[in-house]
């Protein structure tokens, strides 16, 4: 990777000021990933333009921010911004950080089943979990595939744990919402989340990453892991909600690995942020596991999101569909690279993985990837992409019956996002999503498309 000295250096001056002014933690384990992980990042720097994975986002705006270290302030408008973005009534537990730290304040713990532990990792190491948590934390995200989560693993003093016993289902959904406070000057965060299920576990989980909405919300960086650990015969239903500011820059990775017979659905929604990048991987690592995997983009202006999945078939028997939808408006910009991973073991595997894009404008610009990586011979794999514009027919036909030009086009789009959001079960999470299309088109508030029945495989 390119040697961008000075640019990495900043943040490697920013862990060793944390280091001399903290005491970092008691936990000797800890301190010393801590320190590898800052060696990683320290020899490989930020990924350059000839790094493969990365050549379609330029990340010179990250690279050259002199960002300083975010405290755990919770002054200004952070009261409005939760408010604006809690679930309420709506969640069994909020946990709520500032900046990547727990806040107390604003956390509601909830009524959780005997042996559930939901609230701050920081806590739960300096508890009686840190045997629990040792052989997880910062090991199933790998430091050297990818340098964002070496420095993420580097910074890493707090965020979010969730640890289910086995034979429980939590009711209601447990949100992580994590706010960003923009300063006077650039400042960075580290939100870190780990989730540890045992066998036969049954869960909703949410994160939701937010910050001042608009183009003067202030330049912040947030840099985001998330580690999950599922047992056999779970059922977990993960969404993630990235509404940042227009101004700000959002990196994110997350690694799921699934036991024998674990289903997890994934829903991610891209709509905040100038530059976001996630990296998703998905580890089906039992027989019979099977992950679902669906994403929508709503972007505008200059934004640009990228978006790589990996779905890994490391065991036979283990299906898996994967959805992203992208509407683009504006010299908006997106990147959807998404692998299929065979390996030879894994025998009558059956996959299927599909991207659509909608460009709203001249300008706006798509960039397609699907790939599949196959070394076994009984398996169904399919893979497919399609870029265009609004269906001017379609248009047509909805003019026809006194519909204006605009508000077709709104139409139109709303229901080609809508093929993702009417699959997400939690209702503050797609009731947000659906109310921002309506505002962006200029529909009423009150419409809506949830059609909640059995998933129609035939659109994948």
Not at 69 to 92: C, M, P
Not at 406 to 430: C, G, M, N, Q, W
């Amino acid at each position: 990777m390119t040697q961008l000295a000075e640019e990495k250096g900043v943040h490697v001056r920013n862990f060793a000021a944390l280091e001399k002014a903290t005491s970092m933690s008691v936990l000797p384990w800890l301190d010393e990933r801590r320190r590898a992980a800052i060696a990683r990042f320290d020899l490989v720097g930020f990924p350059g333009r000839t790094d493969e994975d990365w050549r379609h986002t330029q990340l010179d705006p990250i690279v050259k921010t002199r960002f300083a270290l975010a405290g755990a302030d919770a002054t200004g408008r952070i009261g409005d911004i939760h408010r604006e973005f809690t679930f309420g009534k709506d969640a069994t537990s909020e946990i709520v950080f500032v900046n990547g730290r727990y806040n107390s304040q604003l956390s509601k713990l909830g009524k959780l089943p005997r042996g559930v532990k939901v609230g701050s990792l920081a806590l739960a190491l300096a508890e009686e979990d840190a045997n629990r948590i040792e052989p997880f934390l910062a090991r199933v995200a790998d430091i050297k595939s990818n340098p964002f989560v070496a420095l993420n693993t580097g910074f890493l003093q707090d965020g979010a744990y969730i640890f289910i016993p086995k034979n429980t289902t939590i009711e209601g959904t447990v949100h992580l919402l994590f706010i960003s406070t923009p300063s006077q000057e650039p400042a960075v965060s580290h939100p870190r989340v780990l989730v540890l299920a045992e066998d036969n576990v049954e869960a909703t989980i949410v994160e939701s990453y937010v910050g001042d909405g608009g183009e003067n919300g202030g330049v912040y960086f947030t840099n985001a892991v998330t580690e999950i650990v599922c047992g056999a015969d779970c059922r977990i239903d993960h969404c993630k909600l990235q509404q940042e500011s227009l101004a700000a820059y959002h990196v994110a990775a997350m690694q799921v690995i699934l036991g024998r017979a674990t289903t997890f659905v994934s829903h991610a929604a891209s709509i905040g942020s100038r530059i976001t990048r996630n990296n998703l991987t998905c580890l089906m690592n039992g027989e019979r596991a099977y992950a679902t995997l669906n994403g929508l983009v709503l972007i505008g202006g200059n934004q640009h999101v990228d978006n790589h999945t990996l779905l890994d078939h490391a065991e036979p028997n283990c299906p898996s569909h994967e959805l992203y939808k992208h509407v683009l408006d504006g010299r908006a910009s997106a990147v959807f690279r998404g692998k299929i991973l065979v390996r030879q073991k894994a025998q009558k595997t059956d996959s299927k993985q599909t991207s659509k894009s909608l460009l709203l404008s001249d300008d706006a610009y798509m960039n397609s990837q699907p790939a599949l990586e196959i070394y076994a011979d009984d398996v169904k794999c399919t893979h497919g992409s399609t870029t265009g514009p609004v269906d001017e027919d379609m248009v047509f036909y909805l003019r026809t019956r006194g519909v204006g030009l605009a508000e077709s086009r709104h139409l139109l789009t709303y229901a080609f996002a809508a093929d993702v959001t009417r699959r997400i079960k939690v209702a503050p999470f797609r009731q947000r999503l659906e109310d921002y299309m309506a505002r962006q088109a200029g529909l009423p508030q009150d419409l809506r498309i949830t059609d909640l029945s059995a998933h129609d495989e035939a659109v994948l």
